[in-house]
């Protein structure tokens, strides 16, 4: 009765969307619902940026959280691109090694070596594995604040809080507590789409350079999943081009972008809960049973 009440009230904050048809498979692990909507019922956010077309962001140095090597390109690729042509410092830290098979690690980690050369990205791999992302008392955890503290990146892209992945949101309340032990703050976080649509108040038309980003897609070849991601990654950037009000055939990639105190406050919200209720995994790998996300 409760899960009935919770999307009861979504579809009545939404009522555009309250004659949309749809079967849950299995609505008992739902657990998060209630703190999804806690968080995107927040207005926090519209009081600080409006929905806006940018080029790229405005930044001499961006940091990229990828939780698996092709992430980075999946998500923000094009923008990223557009950034270095535009003459930004990028600077990948790819989290995990993107397989459980170790035979295949080292393999991953020449295609995104090969990604990034190619695109002029920086790069740095953690090494954790997937699944397995602590968030403290941890040496990458360390290096990683201490990365932050020494390259002071203007702005940070992660993958959004409530994407539909354990890693990708883990990534999030990583990158939220590392910021909370750091001196240096970013001035704004770039949240992008994976799984999950963002709520998308910066989009960034990447049609210039859709080739570039389906050819670095295509140069990973033994990333997990059965799909054809070049291909899926194409197809949704086409797909975003609605937001953009334009008769042209654009690619678009799509941005939850807000001030990094903003972005706190809401991880803060979300990652707060019990984490049972967050991720899919129980424990989540990478902590304790007594390690807990709090402000």
């Known amino acids: 009765m409760r899960l009935k009440q919770i999307l009861k009230s979504l579809l009545i904050n939404n009522p ?13 692990p739902l657990f998060d619902l209630k703190y999804c909507a806690q968080v995107l019922e927040t207005k926090r956010f519209s009081r600080n940026l409006q929905p806006i077309e940018m080029d790229h962001p405005h930044a001499d140095r961006i940091l990229v959280i990828a939780p698996h090597p092709d992430d980075e390109i999946f998500g923000c690729g094009g923008a990223l691109i557009r950034s270095v042509q535009a003459g930004s410092q990028v600077h990948i830290v790819y989290l995990t090694d993107g397989s459980h098979r170790s035979h295949r690690k080292e393999t991953i980690r020449e295609e995104s070596r090969l990604v990034c050369q190619t695109n002029g990205f920086d790069f740095t791999f953690l090494g954790w594995e997937s699944g397995g992302i602590p968030l403290r008392d941890d040496e990458g955890v360390t290096q990683l604040a201490q990365w932050i503290e020494t390259y002071r990146p203007e702005c940070v892209f992660v993958t959004f809080l409530l994407d539909d992945h354990d890693d990708h949101r883990r990534a999030s309340e990583l990158l939220m507590q590392v910021i909370s032990d750091c001196r240096w703050k970013p001035r704004e976080i770039w949240a992008y789409q994976i799984y999950t649509t963002v709520i998308p108040n910066v989009v960034v038309n990447i049609t210039s350079v859709i080739d570039e980003k389906k050819m670095s897609m295509q140069l990973y070849k033994n990333v997990q999943g059965e799909r054809d991601w070049a291909h899926y990654i194409v197809g949704l950037n ?55 996300y709090r402000a």
């Open 16 to 28: 555009r969307k309250a004659n949309y048809k749809f079967v849950l498979k299995d609505w008992i």
């Open 238 to 292: 086409a797909f975003n081009c609605r937001y953009i009000s334009s008769r042209e055939p654009f690619y678009v990639e799509t941005f939850f972008v807000v001030p990094t105190e903003e972005y706190y406050a809401l991880c803060n919200l979300y990652f707060s809960a019990d984490h049972k209720n967050v991720y899919y995994s129980n424990p989540y790998r990478g902590e304790s049973s007594s390690e807990h």
